[in-house]
């Protein structure tokens, strides 16, 4: 398999800024994030879309300023998280409501309306200089335990959000991580027409 | 429950003109993409974060040059969605991988991850001029015979793109639809910390 590794490359004309600049972090500077940055993160993920404007998203929030919060969310993260989500300035659990207010049937696209909340708020975030770094890697039953989350509900992610740490004079793991190429398929991997693996020619 | 209307006011700092603009249009002028707008907009899609950077989208893309290719995918909408669906400029299918590439087990958050995509498609299409509207009325089992997806993909959207039509001096619903205030919840109702439905005070 094919790849590139320079988004401004890929197309006749470079995407956004706000969609180049990003990546998910593993080395996060350990400081607070301002509330009204963290306000304003919030407030663009939910004005995504969602199917009928359900709004299906639900956030349990945790600032490093408040430790002991912090920890317990924390500690939702599988360890391989925990081990570098320590240092984010906010961590963020996403929930999903899976049926839909109106009627009670079941929200088909719930978890994908997350996905689009939570990638408004990433865009937010980069506009404010800050990154953002999201983990399927989150222990679910603890997560309904420990913020008595119902039936009905299913955490899907978390998002650790903050101010990454420069990987420039470092040589672990995770600053390699973060100085790596950057990676995707060629459209002709997964963008078709007319029928199922035939290259769309984009 | 009540509902904020206008974004600009629900934080301290407004969010991104690129996600405060968005809206998903009813009304579109029935003309083509450009081909080089459509092709970043892909780009932008796969420059989303994914777990284990899978990469789990799929798409199927139909330019509305194509009358054919094109009303073969419209065919594959709900009928209230190809009412309007059919004046968009590109119409495209997308299809998650349900299992990991590297390992063959299940990725619970596949679908989320074409939710991320798909923002960040939107995210360009607004840049560009363009709007999109996603759509989770597609007709699942037609989408898969017409065009051969297997198993261990699943249909999850439909994406119309192209020039939102001014709704000015029109009255019939859609246009009103179009003019409408759009209502998000407050903070109150989605962002909680300790516990669940316990305001974070955002």
Redesign the interface.
């Known amino acids: 398999m094919t790849a590139d590794i320079n ?1 401004s490359k ?7 800024d ?3 600049k ?1 990546y ?1 972090p593993y080395l996060f500077e350990a400081k607070a994030v301002e ?6 993160c ?3 993920a ?4 969602s ?1 009928f ?1 359900e ?1 299906p ?6 600032t490093r300023d408040d430790s002991a ?1 912090f920890a317990t969310l924390l500690d939702c993260l599988v360890e391989a998280n925990q081990s570098w989500a320590k240092n984010a300035g906010v961590l963020i659990l996403t929930v999903a409501k899976l049926t839909f207010t109106r009627n009670n049937t079941p929200n ?2 719930a ?6 909340a ?3 708020l ?3 975030a980069t ?1 404010l200089g800050l990154h953002a ?2 983990m ?1 890697g989150i222990d679910m039953s603890k997560c309904r335990h420990t ?4 039936e009905g509900y299913d955490p ?2 978390a998002i650790a959000l903050g101010y990454a740490a420069d990987p420039a004079g470092r040589d672990d793991d995770m600053a390699k991580r973060d100085q790596g190429a ?4 060629p ?1 002709d991997e ?7 693996e035939q290259s ?1 020619g ?1």
């Open positions: 988004p890929t197309a006749d004309a470079p995407i956004h706000l969609l180049s990003r998910s509330s009204e940055k963290l306000a304003t919030l407030d663009a939910r004005w995504a879309a199917s404007n709004q998203w639900r956030f349990i929030v945790a919060a088909r696209v978890e994908h309306d997350i996905g689009m939570s990638a408004n990433v865009v937010q506009a770094h999201q399927a913020y008595g989350i119902p899907v992610t950057r990676q995707r398929k459209f997964w963008v078709f027409a007319g029928k199922w769309a984009i």
